[in-house]
């Protein structure tokens, strides 16, 4: 998974694209902490300087002040089975129709499939990313149809899988969602800078008007002249188009950051909501209820306004902790989480705690945490989940993706509790997590915890997934 951005100044001038461009990836840190990178269109000559890393560490007043131009696209990557350099974007290319940028968020389930033919018919790999392969049919396509359009079009009809992506061409900036709109994409605008992003929550971070978010299959194209979308599926209205979009369901549970609006909901809001139904189907007796910090915050909240019980902190999370743990043994994995939570003793001791996590995956570490509480001083800990049981791998990059990871797929509530050391457990339910999306313009992927894959699967779902095979 990762985050994408990308601005175009309609005047054609630089006011700052780059530190918009950074500043809107800056916003999308969550999305993806790997690597990092901007690309940016100078009067037609394309620069790109990208990095492993976190977006702050990779750019400085220095690089930012060499990129200079009128559109730009970036990129926020986060860890997706590609090790080293390969796979961080924005990727560069120049075609026979013109140089190209792409930056894109995607799990492609026909990769291989369309990389065979490709290479049958004489192209050349460097990498095993989506955002080559994509390139790859893209400058084939474009070469046999009239417009940048026809070719994307083509390019999305022979690609199976889930994906948002922004493209920078010599004169345009363009967004791209997929047929079920499983990814976010949406655009904003600040004076004369449009901007497509993967969460609005970039747009409010710039200053910046939040217009709209793309409709599912939609192509967008911004130029100097011209504002214009074509629609993978043109037979139906915006209206339906927009109904029939499956958004990812984990956007709302964990991903996404709570001040953005995705698809009509604002995250921040279902999370509490899912909470507050939380407390009616699993209430219990407790004297402070906590987050796990930072993602189950929001349906703490909604939880304790629910039981009327105090909400307030017991864990503090280390923001500073990198990637950087070697957790091969059990010590090493609880120093890692004593690293990365603190408990505050005065606030937990001798209370009964309700805890509220956004979910719970493999466990591992809301088992640490349950003991660390009980440690210092917790008499009991109660945990409530404001996502249903991890039943099934995600393959779109999302979630876990094999189901050896998970607990639910094997164990019983009961049994989970246990396993976790937890005094109770209790999930949401599908249906009062869907009502806790309120006004959701559209429908919604949710295979994790019913297996309905919207997208479809991977032929070989256990092996195609984020595998890096050799080329
Ligand atoms: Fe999101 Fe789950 Fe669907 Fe994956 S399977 S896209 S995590 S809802
Ligand atoms: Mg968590």
Redesign the pocket.
């Known amino acids: 998974m990762s985050g994408i951005f990308g601005v175009i100044n309609r005047t054609g001038a630089d006011e700052g694209t780059a530190k918009t461009a950074y500043y809107g990836v800056f916003s999308l840190q969550h999305r993806g902490q790997e690597a990092a990178g901007i690309a940016i269109n100078n009067n037609g000559s394309f620069m790109v300087h990208k990095r492993e890393g976190m977006v702050a560490d990779i750019f400085d007043e220095v690089t930012l002040s060499a990129l200079g131009g009128s559109c730009a696209v970036a990129h926020a990557r986060g860890s997706d089975g590609i090790v080293g350099p390969d796979g961080i974007q924005p990727v560069v290319i120049k075609s026979r129709v013109g140089n190209v940028a792409l930056s894109c968020d995607s799990v492609i389930l026909n990769a291989e499939q369309i990389r065979e033919e490709l290479k049958n018919q004489g192209a050349i790999f460097q990498t095993n990313t989506d955002t080559e392969l994509v390139l790859s049919l893209f400058s084939r396509n474009r070469v046999i149809t009239d417009t940048i359009q026809e070719a994307l079009l083509k390019t999305m009809k022979e690609l199976s899988g ?1 994906y948002a992506m922004v493209i920078m061409t010599d004169d345009a900036l363009i967004g791209i969602r997929d047929p079920y709109g ?1 990814r976010p994409l949406s655009l904003g605008k600040k004076g004369n800078e449009w901007m497509i992003s993967s969460e609005n929550c970039a747009f409010d971070a710039l200053g910046a008007e939040y217009i709209r978010n793309l409709e599912p299959g939609e192509i967008l194209t911004v130029t100097k002249d011209d504002v214009s979308s074509v629609y993978f599926n043109d037979s139906i209205s915006s209206e339906e188009r927009i109904k029939n979009g499956k958004v ?4 709302y549970v964990y ?1 996404a950051r709570p001040d953005s609006v995705i698809d009509g909901t604002n995250v921040f809001k279902s999370r509490y909501e899912a909470g507050k139904a939380l407390s009616k189907l699993h209430p219990c007796e407790c004297d402070l209820v906590i987050g796990a910090p930072d993602s189950g915050n929001a349906a703490a909240l909604g939880f304790a306004d629910g039981l009327g019980v105090t909400y307030g902190m017991g864990l503090l999370k280390n923001r500073y902790v990198g990637r950087t743990f070697i957790k091969s043994t059990q010590e090493q994995r609880e120093l890692a989480v004593r690293m990365k939570f603190a408990v505050l003793k005065e606030a937990v001791k001798g209370k009964r705690i309700a805890i509220v996590d956004d979910s719970l995956v493999r466990g591992t570490t809301t088992k640490h945490i349950i003991r660390f509480l009980k440690d210092n001083g917790a008499s009991e800990v109660h945990v409530r989940l404001a996502s249903p049981e ?1 039943k ?8 876990a993706n094999t189901d050896k990871d998970l607990p639910a797929t094997r164990m019983s509530v009961d049994e989970i509790c246990e396993m976790i050391g937890a005094d109770s457990l209790g999930y949401i339910t599908l249906d009062c997590l869907r009502d806790a999306l309120g006004g959701i313009t559209c429908d ?6 019913d297996g309905n ?2 997208a479809g699967k991977p032929v070989d779902f256990e092996q195609s997934v984020h595998q890096v095979t050799n080329l």
Do not use: R
């Open positions: 889930v499983l990812c369901i984990f956007e991903v991890v099934f791998p995600c393959c779109y990059g999302v979630n919604t992927c949710s295979a994790c915890f894959y919207v």
